[in-house]
């Protein structure tokens, strides 16, 4: 249950996506205001909540409101154009919920202050339809209850999860947040290889899709791990056994991923500075 004033600032793609799980968690739109200049996203909920208030600038806010939390959700390019005019909340209680990426605590409490209550985050994109995860990382600043505010304000988009050592972000960035394109990629193999195989694309495309979204529903629904999941749908001798020995080849996918996740993490910490 979400409670208190929310400011949202900045409402594309990943905004939008939180804004409609707030909603639907039953935030209020009298609760929450928005700060975006031209976003779709933003026109289109405003369409649906007429109470919402959407303001094209931070200088339309009233005087006296005072959110209980910001969120952060402009792109990283905008982020030290826009943050410095909300440092004026760091001294009333409010929680700021970064989810920019790859932009630091340190980075986030220089321009708001030293002693801003600050959390870090970071979503995936199927937080647009609640079935993202976000991993949180607060400032020692950050009190129980302004972390349980920003847990529940990205619970609404899917699982949470913290880390209190900051460096884990750019592997967190590397396996979940860039995580949907490698799934994404799989779809598209498996569609390129049933075609190859003799397969009408179409029907290949279907197959590939259906295969790669059930998988990942019957992982969420079973309290057994993968791997017991992927023994069990391997007879010995079998079609699945014979194509595994591919994919688990000195060569195959966990070393390939590997390397891909190693080079996602190393470009987080580069693009960080
Ligand atoms: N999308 C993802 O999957 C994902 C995953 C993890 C983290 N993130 C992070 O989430 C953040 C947002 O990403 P996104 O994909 O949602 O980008 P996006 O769709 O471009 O959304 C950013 C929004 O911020 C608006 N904006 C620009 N200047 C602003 C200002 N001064 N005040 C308020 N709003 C302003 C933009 O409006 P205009 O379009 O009019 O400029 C745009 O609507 C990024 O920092 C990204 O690193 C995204």
């Known amino acids: 249950m979400i409670e208190g004033t929310i400011l949202l ?11 409609k799980g707030w909603f639907a968690q039953g935030l209020s739109p009298v609760d929450i205001m928005i700060v975006e200049p031209a976003g779709r996203a933003a026109v289109e909920t405003a369409e649906d909540h007429p109470a919402l208030s959407v303001l094209t600038d931070a200088s339309e806010l009233p005087s006296d409101f005072t959110p209980d939390a910001i969120v952060f959700a402009v792109k990283p390019q905008a982020a030290a154009d826009v943050i410095p005019t909300y440092a004026r909340f760091a001294e009333g209680g409010t929680v700021y919920l970064s989810i920019i ?3 630091s605590l340190q980075k986030l409490q220089e321009i708001l202050g030293s002693e801003a209550a600050v959390v870090r985050a970071m979503p995936n994109t199927p937080a647009a339809i609640g079935r993202g995860i976000s991993v949180l990382c607060p400032a020692e600043s950050v009190g129980p209850s302004q972390k349980r505010v920003c847990k529940v ?20 960035t590397a396996v979940s947040g860039s995580g949907p394109a490698y799934v994404f990629l799989l779809a598209e193999a498996l569609t390129e290889a049933g075609i190859s195989a003799g397969l009408a694309p179409d029907l290949a495309e279907q197959l590939a899709q259906a295969t ?28 699945t056994e014979a194509a595994l020995k591919v994919l688990m080849a000195e060569d195959g996918l966990p070393p390939l991923l590997q390397r891909a996740v190693d080079v996602a993490t190393k470009r987080s910490k580069d693009l960080a500075g």
């Open 9 to 19: 600032v900045g409402c594309g793609k990943m905004g939008g996506a939180l804004l």
């Open 101 to 103: 990426a790859g932009m």
């Open 153 to 172: 304000l990205l619970a609404a988009a899917g699982q949470t999860a913290w880390i209190t050592d900051e460096s884990d972000m750019d592997a967190v």
């Open 212 to 239: 790669v979204s059930g998988a990942g529903a019957l992982l969420e629904a079973e309290t057994l791990s993968a791997s017991t999941l992927r023994e069990n749908v391997t007879s010995p001798g079998g079609t």
